[in-house]
T-cell receptor
């Protein structure tokens, strides 16, 4: 099955700086890559996603890039704010698996005011 | 529109006891999922149901069974609970491929 690795496991940045979280995947059949944000004690929520036919996608301060050849994708958060502090998860979904998702182990982001 | 709901919110079991975790969605979604979340392990798929009437094993199915009762409801059963099943369990659903996956609020399970 698919194997998704996520780095770093923890990340601290000063407010206003950028944060980058990276994920790699192993199954070349994966074609959908969502990112989730989970605040303490809450449920994961989708923040952005990208399909394999696109190299980059932006939504205000958040962007995701995908390199299919290298099998890695990254989350970029610019102008970080304290409310961005949370755990972020990447995931990959291989085609033909009935919408099965494989998650990374998460990155705990702390934005220091 | 309640989204994805789960019951119970919290449960304590003794080793060997059984229980069923309930999940329901009111968004007319086709696919439903059960995950467990453990510290440092991310979300791991236990079972999923791509559509009503079908269920498939995920990464960590041992010790669990599921039932897709109808399009709305997907239950997870622990037949003989073990301390290793102490975790937070999330149910989720999506309408279609590439659709947004919505999660329930989670069930915190402690097995003594």
């Amino acid at each position: 099955g698919e194997n998704v690795e996520q780095h770093p496991s923890t990340l601290s940045v000063q407010e206003g700086d950028s944060a980058v979280i990276k994920c790699t995947y192993s199954d070349s059949a994966s074609n959908y890559f969502p990112w989730y944000k989970q605040e303490l004690g809450k449920r994961p929520q989708l923040i952005i996603d990208i399909r394999s036919n696109v190299g980059e996608k932006k939504d205000q301060r958040i962007a995701v890039t995908l390199n299919k050849t290298a099998k890695h994708f990254s989350l970029h958060i610019t102008e970080t704010q304290p409310e961005d502090s949370a755990v972020y998860f990447c995931a990959a979904s291989p085609s033909g698996t009935g919408n099965q998702f494989y998650f990374g182990t998460g990155t705990s982001l702390t934005v220091i005011p | 529109n309640a989204g994805v709901t789960q019951t119970p919110k919290f449960q304590v079991l003794k080793t060997g006891q059984s229980m069923t975790l309930q999940c329901a969605q009111d968004m007319n979604h086709n696919s439903m999922y059960w995950y467990r979340q453990d510290p440092g392990m991310g979300l791991r798929l236990i079972y999923y149901s791509a559509s009503e009437g079908t269920t498939d094993k995920g990464e960590v199915p041992n010790g669990y069974n599921v039932s897709r009762l109808n399009k709305r409801e997907f239950s997870l059963r622990l037949e003989s609970a073990a301390p290793s099943q102490t975790s937070v369990y999330f149910c989720a659903s999506i309408r279609e491929t590439y659709g947004t996956q919505y999660f329930g609020p989670g069930t915190r399970l402690l097995v003594l």
